[in-house]
């Protein structure tokens, strides 16, 4: 029978102590930015929060038709080997690190359940499969193309590949995109594809090609989501697959 309630879309929000929020009652707040929220509930889903730390991830996966693994801090080199002493790492969040690990372990195993990997989600998603990244951009790039000003938003363009699923879900080879990211992923797992690239060349988009919905992207697309199409269409095609999914089930 087929369903017609929404499909429920879990959003992986950041760790306790990740953002500072102005209260004077409490100092740990589970956030996550509004445009995420906003993205889903336009493409007909339904958001719920998913704070980091549960120890059964396995629940959320029976709880929810498909995940968005946001962005954030930068994950613990620990993960891939890498440089943990590097001057330029943002504070880690080790009970987020290791819950999303387990939640992409538990997607993988599922093998069907669709999932949308956002900046710090896609660094992550790579290096849960055995990937590593670049701890910091500017050591390999003599321009940072990637970051605004003190680190804020940039316009940056993208080129897709047009064979992958990238490109059949935006049904766009090139999109100006909004990035903020000082890593970049470095090696890739024979388990996924690069499917987009920024013009220096670093990888921007990441995919399983042999699932139904497996994507990831280095940039924000829920910032422009609203007005540009292409972005819009990552949220649209997130929930259409969970849909589709869930009454397979």
Known sequence: MTRTRQPVIGIITYGR???????????????????YVDAVRRAG?????????????EDWMSAVDGFILTGGTDIDPIHYAGNSDHPNLLRFS???DQCE????????????????????GMQLL?????????????????????RGLEGGW????????????????????????????????????KSLAASATAPDGIIEALEDKAHPFFI???WHPEVSAETDESQQMLF??????????????
């Open 154 to 189: 940039t316009v940056q363009p993208v080129d897709v590949d047009t064979e992958s699923n990238l490109y059949k879900i935006m049904k766009a080879d090139f999109v100006e995109t909004f990035s903020g990211h000082h890593q970049a992923v470095h090696v890739v797992p």
């Open 216 to 218: 990831a992207v280095q």
């Open 45 to 57: 889903g339904l958001p719920v929060l998913l704070p980091p730390g549960e120890k059964r991830v």
């Open 236 to 249: 649209d095609g997130l929930v259409s697959a969970a849909l589709l999914n869930a009454n397979q089930e």
């Open 17 to 35: 102590r990740d953002v500072v929020v102005d209260n004077i009652l409490y100092d740990q707040h589970y956030a996550v930015p509004a445009d």
């Open 94 to 96: 080790p009970e987020r």
């Open 126 to 146: 790579n290096v849960a499969l055995g990937g590593t990244l670049h701890e910091h951009i500017p050591d390999i790039r003599e321009d940072d193309i990637h």
């Open 101 to 120: 690990l387990a939640l992409i372990k538990a997607l993988i195993e599922d093998g069907k359940k669709p999932a949308l990997f956002i900046c710090r």
